[in-house]
């Protein structure tokens, strides 16, 4: 999961101790799902009291609208993104590559608004 996103939500279940699965990636159970990320700068952790993932997804649009976001140019995304894996620490040839594709997007789309970037 991706969490570098300012604005953005995210659900995950948190596993019960008699769950035998622990990945946040791992949906198919019937434990409770919760939600992270930040909304206006702080950080977000709640339980959403309920199992249901698609409960959860409406509840999730209802707390996080599309038009609370920023909207910001794919140039300018790119820079935060290329700014991200600075204060990482990537390596040098890692972040060079990542450049290259924020450069070639940048020529082709540049000027281009996006609402939202999401890693699914």
Same mark, same amino acid.
């Given at each position: 999961?991706?969490?570098? *996103?300012?604005?953005? +939500?995210? +659900? *995950?279940?948190?596993? #019960?101790?008699?769950?035998?699965?622990?990945? &946040? @990636? *791992? $949906?198919?159970?019937?434990?409770?799902? !919760?939600? /992270?990320?930040?909304?206006?700068?702080?950080?977000?952790?709640?339980?959403? @009291?309920?199992?249901? !993932?698609?409960?959860?997804? %409406?509840? #999730?649009?209802?707390? =996080?609208? =599309? =038009?609370?976001?920023?909207?910001?140019?794919?140039?300018?995304?790119?820079?935060? /993104?290329?700014? @991200?894996?600075?204060?990482?620490?990537?390596?040098?040839?890692?972040?060079?590559? *990542? %450049? #290259? +594709?924020?450069?070639? &997007?940048?020529?082709? /789309?540049? $000027?281009?608004?996006?609402?939202?970037?999401?890693? %699914?």
């Amino acid at each position: 999961m991706h969490r570098i *996103y300012q604005g953005m +939500l995210h +659900l *995950y279940r948190r596993h #019960l101790a008699a769950c035998p699965h622990r990945s &946040m @990636d *791992y $949906k198919k159970c019937k434990c409770p799902v !919760w939600m /992270f990320g930040s909304v206006n700068g702080k950080r977000v952790r709640k339980a959403l @009291d309920t199992a249901s !993932w698609g409960r959860a997804e %409406e509840m #999730l649009r209802e707390l =996080d609208p =599309d =038009d609370a976001h920023e909207k910001i140019t794919v140039a300018v995304a790119g820079e935060r /993104f290329i700014a @991200d894996c600075e204060s990482r620490k990537l390596g040098k040839e890692t972040v060079g590559k *990542y %450049e #290259l +594709l924020v450069n070639e &997007m940048t020529v082709a /789309f540049g $000027k281009t608004e996006v609402k939202r970037v999401s890693p %699914e």
